[in-house]
């Protein structure tokens, strides 16, 4: 079992009392836009993660949290959450409050967000690699890839998406 999969399992120990809402097929849990205020911990059925209408995951994993990071973030949700099958979900309605007040949860959120960071630097690390002599948009793996590991502003190209984007 991974340090994640193990995250995910110990999350769901601590649900205990939360209320579980049940979601149909197709129903946005989160949709990406201004911040709702709520995380949701899936128990079971599967989930689609999008970006601007573009699928960038699917979770089946009873555990996984969502809304995490506009709670640790304070703003608003970077992504649509939509149920892909029946899900129940349960439903945190005050997110930052609740993560202040559990530090048991954060922890365990914390995990899963340092597995997802890892995932998403390796991906780009491979992605330098593989177009280090570009002079186009994939030059810029470079500039994101030393932002992430650098925690600091990528220097976005005039006319990227990043240069638009003022939480960056």
């Known amino acids: 079992m991974t340090h994640v999969e ?3 399992r110990s999350v769901l120990v601590h649900c205990e009392g939360l209320p579980r809402t049940a979601f149909a097929a197709d ?4 949709g990406e836009g201004p911040a709702t205020g709520r995380m949701f911990i899936l ?3 599967t989930i689609a993660v999008l970006r601007n209408e573009t699928v960038v995951a699917r979770i089946a994993e009873p555990g996984a949290v969502f809304g ?6 304070g703003g608003d949700h970077t992504a649509t959450v939509r149920a892909e ?6 439903v945190i309605e005050d997110a930052r409050a609740y993560l202040q007040g559990h530090p048991e949860i954060v922890f365990h959120v914390a995990s899963i967000l340092a597995g997802r960071l890892q995932q998403a630097t390796t991906y ?3 992605l330098k690699r593989q177009f280090a002599d570009r002079d186009d948009h994939f ?3 470079d500039e994101v890839l030393e932002a992430l590991v650098q925690r600091q502003r990528p220097r976005a190209r005039v006319g990227s ?3 638009e984007d003022p939480r960056l």
């Open 6 to 8: 193990t995250s995910l």
């Open 27 to 30: 129903e946005t849990l989160i």
């Open 43 to 45: 128990a079971s059925g």
């Open 68 to 73: 995490e990071m506009a709670a640790f973030l």
């Open 85 to 90: 099958t029946p899900v129940e979900a349960f």
């Open 124 to 126: 780009l690390a491979d």
């Open 139 to 141: 030059g810029m793996v």
């Open 161 to 163: 998406e990043l240069a």
